[in-house]
C-alpha cells in the first residue's frame, strides 16, 4: 500500500492507433493494417447488407440507422482488417438497439432522406479491448465544433470499389471537409438527397465512400490530444 487516502482518478482510453500521417485513397487502394483503425466495426444485416461502425465504448456501437429498417437484429465483428477472417467467435453479440426517434425508414423510390440516420447499439457484453479493438474518442463536454472546409479527417470503409468490385481487406483514405454546395450541386444516379443543417459535406471527385459500407466514421485528430483521434460524423451517403 501507498498510504494514498485517495482513490486515483482513471481516465478512458480512446482514439490510439498505429495509423502514421500518410495519405491515401480509397480508389486505387490504400489498405488498413491490423491496429490503424480499431474502433472500426463491420456490420452485416441479415438480408446480408454491408454496413460500418465505430466503437465508442467498451459496450456501445455508432452506427447509421438505416441499417436497420424492417430489421431487429444484424452481426457485428471487430478487431478485423480483412473480411474474410470474420468467425462466429469474432461476432460481438447485439443485445439492443437505440434509433435516433426523429429517423424516418428510407422509401424505395422516394427521394432520400438521411437526417437524423443515427442508431445505437448496446452490445450484450463487454468487449476485451487491445491494440487491435479500442473505441474512438467522442467530443467533449463543451460539444463538437464544426471542423473548417478544406480540413482533413480519415474515411475508412470496406464495401464497394471501383467497377463495383467488394473489398475484402479494409480501405482508407484522409479526405477533406468541403463546403455543402458541393453536394448539392454534385451528379447523382438516382433522386438527390435532402440536405439539413446536421450534415457536413465531404471528399473530392476522385475519392468515393459508402458504397456499402454505410455507417463508417469520419475521424479527426483531437486537436486538444494530438494523439488521440475523435470521431466527428458518421459517413451516410457519397457526395
Not at 459500407?213 to 488521440?228: C, E, Q, R
Amino acid at each position: 500500500m501507498s498510504g494514498q487516502k485517495t482513490l486515483p482518478k482513471c481516465k478512458p482510453v480512446c482514439g490510439n492507433c498505429l495509423l502514421s500521417s500518410k495519405t491515401g485513397h480509397i480508389f486505387g487502394g490504400k489498405q488498413a493494417k491490423l491496429g490503424y483503425f480499431p474502433w472500426q466495426l463491420q456490420l452485416v444485416t441479415t438480408r446480408g447488407e454491408m454496413g460500418g461502425g465505430a466503437l465508442i465504448s467498451d459496450r456501445w456501437v455508432l452506427t447509421v440507422a438505416h441499417l436497420f429498417d424492417n430489421l431487429l437484429q444484424v452481426e457485428i465483428h471487430g478487431g478485423l482488417v480483412d473480411l474474410r477472417g470474420r468467425t462466429p467467435e469474432g461476432e460481438l453479440p447485439m443485445e439492443l438497439a437505440f434509433i435516433h426517434p426523429s429517423y424516418r425508414e428510407q422509401v424505395v423510390g422516394r427521394q432520400p432522406n438521411f437526417n437524423h440516420d443515427i442508431a445505437l447499439i448496446k452490445l450484450r457484453e463487454k468487449v476485451k479491448l487491445g491494440s487491435s479493438l479500442s473505441p474512438v474518442c467522442l467530443p467533449g463536454p463543451g460539444g463538437a465544433s464544426l471542423p473548417e472546409d478544406g480540413s482533413l479527417g480519415y474515411i475508412s470503409e470496406s464495401g464497394k470499389m471501383e467497377k463495383g468490385r467488394l473489398a475484402m481487406i479494409l480501405q482508407y483514405a484522409e479526405v477533406p471537409i468541403v463546403s455543402m454546395d458541393e453536394c448539392k450541386n454534385s451528379n447523382y444516379d438516382g433522386p438527390k438527397p435532402i440536405f439539413t443543417l446536421n450534415m457536413i459535406c465531404t471528399g473530392l471527385p476522385v475519392i468515393a465512400s459508402c458504397q456499402g459500407d454505410s455507417g463508417g466514421p469520419y475521424v479527426f485528430i483531437d486537436p486538444l490530444n494530438p494523439t488521440h483521434h475523435i470521431v466527428r460524423v458518421i459517413m451516410l451517403f457519397g457526395c
